[in-house]
């Protein structure tokens, strides 16, 4: 079955650093990964997805994330945080064999970042 | 413009009632999905449409039932609400099923059942 960690509740990161936000996956096959973000009282917005290819996929407002196949992660990074970026970050997989679309989610992980 | 939208934004209901909550996405795609996400902000899916078929159905009590219409519109229908079935449900369409499109996502409907 497939399935994905967010190991952090919440990250504490201040202003002009940089972060991390973890995710490690599970599938049978080749996954394809996404980082969706989440700001209060709105719905997910796409930040960026692995396909295949590069394993580093850089997405919106300066995040990137590096793929590896042999940890099984997903790690979500920005090189310098803004207060802005405080938000709830899901990862989520789906298995290249599906055909219905459906993504797995993480249960979040709360970015707070301080000025 | 309002590419995924819901309607209504926030609802309250007693126990025993019947509610629909509408979504519409003027994106042109062809594949639907309603999620539940609880109190602890976990997202899982519920249903999903392609071309207004039924192609996923998780394990979802049968007082849930979805209706499209046509491609850009999805319905959920509860009946006989539970304390349980507060959350808040998003919506979300992507192109299509079986490539690894994005999905874009409503604003979200807050249920709560009291």
């Known amino acids: 079955a497939q399935s994905v960690a967010q190991p952090e509740d919440q990250v504490n990161v201040a202003e002009g650093n940089p972060l991390t936000v973890k995710c490690t996956y599970s599938?049978?096959?080749?996954?394809?990964l996404f980082w969706y973000v989440q700001y209060p009282n709105r719905g997910l917005q796409f930040l960026l997805k692995?396909?295949?290819?590069?394993?580093l996929v850089k997405g919106s407002y300066g995040f990137e994330a590096e793929f590896n196949k042999s940890q099984t992660s997903f790690h979500l990074k920005k090189p310098s945080a803004l207060v802005s970026d405080s938000a709830l970050y899901f990862c989520a997989v789906r298995d290249v064999g599906g055909s219905q679309g459906n993504l797995i989610f993480g249960k979040g992980t709360k970015l707070s970042v301080k000025p | 413009d309002t590419a995924v939208s819901q309607t209504p934004k926030y609802l309250v209901t007693q126990m025993g009632n019947d509610k629909s909550i509408k979504c519409e996405q003027n994106l042109g795609h062809d594949t639907m999905y309603w999620y539940k996400q609880d109190s602890k902000k976990f997202l899982k899916i519920m249903f999903s449409y392609n071309n207004k078929e039924l192609i996923i159905n998780e394990t979802v009590p049968n007082r849930f039932s979805p209706k499209s219409p046509d491609k850009a519109h999805l319905n959920l229908h509860i009946n006989s609400l539970e304390l349980g079935d507060s959350a808040v449900y998003f919506c979300?369409?992507?192109?299509?099923?079986?490539?690894?499109?994005?999905?874009?996502f409503g604003p979200g409907t807050r249920l709560t059942v009291t």
């Open positions: 692995y396909i295949t290819g590069d394993n």
């Open positions: 979300a369409s992507s192109p299509g099923a079986g490539l690894p499109y994005e999905q874009y």
């Open positions: 599938v049978s096959g080749n996954p394809y």
